[in-house]
């Protein structure tokens, strides 16, 4: 069975320019959740769709940031203008949307900004 | 709102020994609870969930927690390290109440297991 796909796996990039970071959910799956993990930071929340609704956007850190669910199964997390800050992996996961329901991780996107 | 405590940002055992790694959980239900693994350069792999069924939860790769009302904990343990356990550790809860939560969970800070041989 497939898993939750991101693409690219790698990213370097120079300051200042777009990054769009992209995920496929697992089919049927209802629910799709934006990560960032730092070592200074440890694993935040960005975002969250429901249904393709975006329901908590309250961790994205800034307006360079926005995130998009076109349809239920695709999702793209863009950072414009990119800083070197912004240098961190950025994982997808996507669940069933239940309380008992586990959340299914992406191999992540390392993105480096120079 | 719920919260979930790792106690301990690094454990290291020597190969063979029990693994206990620790996670205590701070909701006024019994929430839904969860333990992952991440390894290096790797998304989080979901290692056993409780869900009210039963409190000794039996995950993969010999893992198993017991979830304890009392104590507000759900511990994660193995009785014998492998070399190949060595990675971190995420605790993690879901509300288990009335309302929608849409799938989301809060996580622990991660614990890194090292294994020594």
């Known amino acids: 069975d497939a898993g939750v796909i991101q693409s690219p796996r790698h990213e370097v990039t120079e300051m200042g320019q777009e990054v769009t970071l992209r995920c496929k959910p697992i089919?049927?799956?209802?629910?799709l959740f934006w990560y960032r993990q730092t070592m200074m930071r440890g694993l935040e929340l960005l975002i969250y769709?429901?249904?393709?609704?975006?329901?908590?956007d309250s961790g994205m850190p800034e307006d360079r940031f926005s995130a998009k669910m076109p349809n239920a199964s695709f999702s793209t997390l863009k950072i414009q203008p990119s800083e070197p800050r912004d240098s961190a992996v950025y994982f997808c996961?996507?669940?069933?949307?239940?309380?008992?329901?586990?959340?299914?991780f992406g191999d992540g996107t390392r993105l480096s900004i120079l | 709102a719920q919260s979930v405590t790792q106690l301990g940002s690094h454990v290291s055992v020597s190969e063979g020994a029990l693994v206990l790694l620790r996670c205590n959980y701070s909701s006024s239900v019994p929430p839904y609870l969860f333990w992952y693994v991440q390894y290096p350069n790797q998304g989080l792999q979901l290692l056993l969930k409780y869900t009210s069924a039963a409190t000794l939860v039996k995950g993969i790769n010999g893992f198993e927690a017991e979830f304890k009302k009392s104590e507000t904990s759900f511990h994660l343990t193995k009785p014998s390290a492998h070399m190949s356990d060595a990675a971190e550790y995420f605790c993690a809860v879901s509300p288990n109440a009335g309302g929608t939560s849409y799938g989301k969970l809060t996580f622990g800070q991660g614990t890194i297991l090292t294994v020594h041989p």
């Open positions: 089919s049927g799956h209802n629910s």
């Open positions: 996961a996507s669940s069933f949307g239940r309380s008992a329901q586990p959340q299914h």
């Open positions: 769709f429901n249904n393709n609704v975006p329901i908590d």
